[in-house]
């Protein structure tokens, strides 16, 4: 089993920042790449970006290329999502999630471990 408790979301102004965090616990957090999703309300969840277990490699969906940036400290089992130049389309609950494998997936269906969600509100 893995723990995931995400932290960070909370209420900016179009255009500002916010660092979402990933706390880990339970088993080894290097043998997970891990993932970053979103859902909006009245809307499927979403890909956001996600990571290799290494931390080596990422990927990210388009819509926030260049915006957002995933990293991870596994010393310390904690994943993060720095979030730039907020949209209020970019307003949901962001979710990290866990997947037992080197390289991580856009497909949310795979990974085995979810946190509890963080709101993220931005307003225009």
């Known amino acids: 089993q893995v723990q995931l408790v995400e932290s960070g979301g909370g209420l900016v102004q179009a255009g500002g920042s916010l660092r979402l965090s990933c706390a880990a616990s339970?088993?080894?957090?290097?043998?997970?790449?891990m993932g970053w999703f979103r859902q909006a309300p009245g809307k499927e969840r979403e890909f956001v970006t996600a990571?290799?277990?290494?931390?080596?490699?990422?990927l990210y969906a388009d819509s926030v290329k260049g915006r957002f940036t995933i990293s991870r400290t596994n010393a310390k089992n904690t994943a993060y999502l720095q979030m730039n130049s907020l949209k209020p389309e970019d307003t949901a609950i962001y979710y990290c999630?866990?997947?037992?494998?080197?390289?991580?997936?856009?497909?949310?269906?795979?990974?085995?471990?979810w946190g509890q969600g963080t709101q993220v509100t931005v307003s225009s």
């Open positions: 999630a866990a997947d037992e494998k080197f390289w991580p997936d856009r497909n949310w269906s795979v990974y085995d471990y």
């Open positions: 339970g088993r080894t957090f290097s043998n997970y790449a």
């Open positions: 990571i290799t277990s290494s931390g080596g490699s990422t």
